[in-house]
């Protein structure tokens, strides 16, 4: 166990674990929440919360894998996400995209695709983004204390779980 030495310490390990991970939390992250800038927030929330913790550095890829995704999550649910990325105002339209109608159709998708997510059970919602960040069913299955063998069962019910959720609010509207 690795135990800060008090108030106000820095775990020994901190930048070698940050260097490391920091890639993977923002990606994570970035993957629930549609924002780089927002990811890197989530990130440094996270990784505050890990300097604070006594998560051996062993086992801090995967804590701080389901740390991001589920701070992400929470920024999701809560709303505290910006609002509607500022309006999308203080972000130039790259003038050369192909279609405005097109682009539209992708950020309505992506956001139905979001809120859906934040409507799974949340070791659903959890497994399905660790998974499609890249982490292979064993760092999953370490990452949320299932045997490996349920991990895929876990990923497909989660996507089923997140169909159902689009079809039902795509069929309200």
């Known amino acids: 166990m690795v135990t800060p030495a008090g108030p106000g310490a820095v775990r020994a390990d901190l930048e070698q674990v940050f260097r490391t991970a920091y890639p993977r939390v923002v990606a994570v992250a970035a993957r629930v929440l549609g924002s780089r800038d927002e990811a890197e927030d989530v990130a440094q929330e996270v990784f505050l919360t890990f300097c604070r913790s006594s998560v051996p550095a062993g086992e801090s890829a995967g804590w701080l894998s389901v740390a991001a995704a589920h701070t992400a999550l929470n920024h999701l ?7 509607s990325r500022e309006e999308a105002a203080g972000e130039p339209r790259n003038a050369l995209s192909p279609d405005v ?43 949320l ?7 895929g069962t876990t990923v497909r019910r989660a996507e089923s779980a997140l169909r159902k959720e689009l079809n039902r609010h795509a069929s309200s509207h």
């Open 77 to 83: 649910r809560s709303g505290r996400r910006r609002a």
């Open 101 to 143: 109608a097109d682009t539209v159709v992708a950020i309505e998708e992506r956001r139905r695709v979001r809120a859906a997510l934040a409507r799974l059970p949340r070791k659903q919602a959890i497994a399905l983004v660790l998974r499609h960040s890249g982490l292979s069913y064993t760092e999953v299955a370490a990452a």
């Open 145 to 151: 204390d299932l045997s490996p063998g349920s991990v």
